[in-house]
């Protein structure tokens, strides 16, 4: 949050450099190999939701209850999902070449681009360029997945799922993986899964993966979440942008945030308004309580021993010799306290139940 409400301009093009060493690289400086759930992960911590936005809802008051996870529209760099309605597909070289010039978003985008790479210090070659026109492209590609684009006029239906049969969908994108290594938890298959814009939208994202499934594909994968990474970090970076000309991240901000109030912006940026961060928290919470629980049953174990051994000592009816020996016994017992994996899944303590 400090780095985010930097004031100067030296300030912010720092917070921005270390956030661009982390990334390991972006577009023609990109070295990174990293799986897109990974690379998704660090960008959903600085609250950067880029392929899709996903909440949870838990139970603050039982933390054995089941959550559920809702995927929804991840906002696009515009701000508004209906803005991308008056434009037709396009492809890398129609932005390239300056055909599209006139289409002010994409221009708005591409110079954007170009500003943050500067930013960087980056050289604007041709690859640069070129991987920066994918990353718009896909982009636009997502946003049109929205059901505000489909034929149908009613509104969808919410698909109710659970993580299990995502799990189909692993060669596009592994939702468990993903889920599980953000919450730092494993996730039950059975987690239910509410797809709130609807059946329809989510096969057409699939779709969209499945074309970006090779490996160049998934570098442009990881170009776009930077992209959006770097590009919220730095409308939220002090003046890092107050002073340009509108035409390129000045006029993106304001499309994107809509006001000027940064310090409710920075505090979104770190990821306050995040719910699966709640949930996380509320692991972490347990997780304490869990850890004070075993040593308060380690305590009442010895508690138990010291009164055995105490009962033996006063016996009236344990000769000499059996006392010794029983005392002795005792005393060497090794009290060990654990909790089976098993006990953090509602699903695996009903079946457990179910045979008592």
Same mark, same amino acid.
């Given at each position: 949050?400090?780095?985010?409400?930097?004031?100067?301009?030296?300030?912010?093009?720092?917070? #921005?450099?270390?956030?661009?060493?982390?990334?390991?690289?972006?577009? !023609?400086?990109?070295?990174?190999?990293? /799986?897109?759930?990974?690379?998704?992960?660090?960008?959903?911590?600085?609250?950067?939701?880029?392929?899709?936005?996903?909440?949870?809802?838990?139970?603050?008051?039982?933390?054995?209850?089941?959550?559920?996870?809702?995927?929804?529209?991840?906002?696009?760099?515009?701000?508004?999902? %209906?803005?991308?309605?008056?434009?037709? !597909?396009?492809?890398?070289?129609?932005?390239? $070449?300056?055909?599209?010039?006139?289409?002010?978003?994409?221009? #708005?985008?591409?110079?954007? &681009?170009?500003?943050?790479?500067?930013?960087?210090?980056?050289?604007?070659?041709?690859?640069?360029?070129?991987?920066?026109?994918?990353?718009?492209?896909?982009?636009?590609?997502?946003?049109?997945?929205? /059901?505000?684009?489909?034929?149908?006029? %009613?509104? /969808?239906?919410?698909?109710?799922?659970?993580?299990?049969?995502?799990?189909?969908?692993?060669?596009?994108?592994?939702?468990?993986?993903?889920?599980?290594?953000?919450? @730092? +938890?494993?996730?039950?298959?059975?987690?239910?899964?509410?797809?709130? /814009?609807?059946?329809?939208?989510?096969?057409?994202?699939?779709?969209?993966?499945?074309?970006? !499934?090779?490996?160049?594909?998934?570098?442009?994968?990881?170009?776009?979440?930077?992209?959006?990474?770097?590009?919220?970090?730095?409308?939220? %970076? &002090?003046?890092?942008?107050?002073?340009?000309?509108?035409?390129?991240?000045?006029?993106?901000?304001?499309?994107?945030?809509?006001?000027?109030?940064?310090?409710?912006?920075?505090?979104?940026?770190?990821?306050?308004?995040?719910?699966? @961060?709640?949930? =996380?928290?509320?692991?972490?919470?347990?997780?304490?309580?869990?850890?004070?629980?075993?040593?308060?049953?380690?305590?009442?174990?010895?508690?138990?021993?010291?009164?055995?051994?105490?009962?033996? +000592?006063? =016996?009236?009816?344990?000769?000499?010799?059996?006392?010794?020996?029983?005392?002795?016994?005792?005393?060497?017992?090794?009290?060990?306290?654990?909790?089976?994996?098993?006990?953090?899944?509602?699903?695996?303590?009903? $079946?457990?139940?179910?045979?008592?």
């Amino acid at each position: 949050f400090q780095n985010c409400m930097r004031e100067s301009i030296e300030g912010a093009q720092e917070s #921005l450099q270390i956030a661009y060493k982390e990334m390991n690289g972006w577009l !023609s400086t990109s070295k990174d190999t990293r /799986p897109i759930e990974d690379v998704l992960i660090g960008a959903y911590r600085t609250n950067a939701l880029s392929m899709f936005h996903i909440s949870a809802q838990i139970d603050s008051k039982d933390i054995s209850s089941r959550t559920i996870l809702t995927i929804e529209e991840a906002t696009p760099f515009t701000g508004h999902i %209906s803005i991308y309605g008056a434009f037709e !597909s396009f492809h890398v070289d129609d932005l390239l $070449s300056g055909r599209l010039d006139k289409h002010w978003l994409n221009s #708005l985008l591409f110079n954007a &681009g170009l500003e943050l790479a500067k930013d960087l210090g980056m050289r604007a070659d041709e690859r640069m360029r070129r991987a920066l026109a994918h990353a718009i492209l896909l982009d636009y590609k997502i946003t049109r997945c929205s /059901p505000q684009f489909a034929a149908q006029t %009613s509104k /969808p239906e919410q698909w109710r799922t659970t993580l299990g049969e995502l799990e189909l969908y692993d060669s596009m994108f592994d939702f468990r993986f993903f889920l599980g290594s953000y919450l @730092g +938890r494993d996730i039950p298959a059975d987690t239910e899964v509410v797809i709130a /814009p609807g059946r329809d939208y989510f096969m057409r994202m699939m779709a969209v993966l499945q074309e970006y !499934s090779a490996q160049e594909g998934q570098q442009i994968i990881r170009d776009y979440i930077k992209f959006k990474q770097l590009f919220m970090l730095t409308i939220h %970076s &002090g003046k890092l942008v107050r002073s340009r000309d509108l035409g390129g991240l000045e006029t993106l901000r304001i499309l994107y945030t809509g006001e000027d109030d940064r310090s409710l912006q920075c505090i979104n940026r770190v990821g306050m308004v995040n719910q699966l @961060g709640f949930v =996380s928290i509320l692991e972490k919470f347990w997780g304490t309580k869990l850890r004070e629980n075993m040593e308060k049953a380690r305590s009442i174990g010895e508690d138990m021993r010291r009164e055995y051994i105490d009962a033996l +000592r006063k =016996s009236d009816v344990i000769d000499e010799k059996d006392r010794f020996a029983m005392i002795d016994k005792t005393e060497r017992v090794r009290i060990r306290v654990a909790v089976p994996e098993a006990s953090r899944d509602p699903v695996a303590q009903e $079946s457990e139940y179910k045979m008592v």
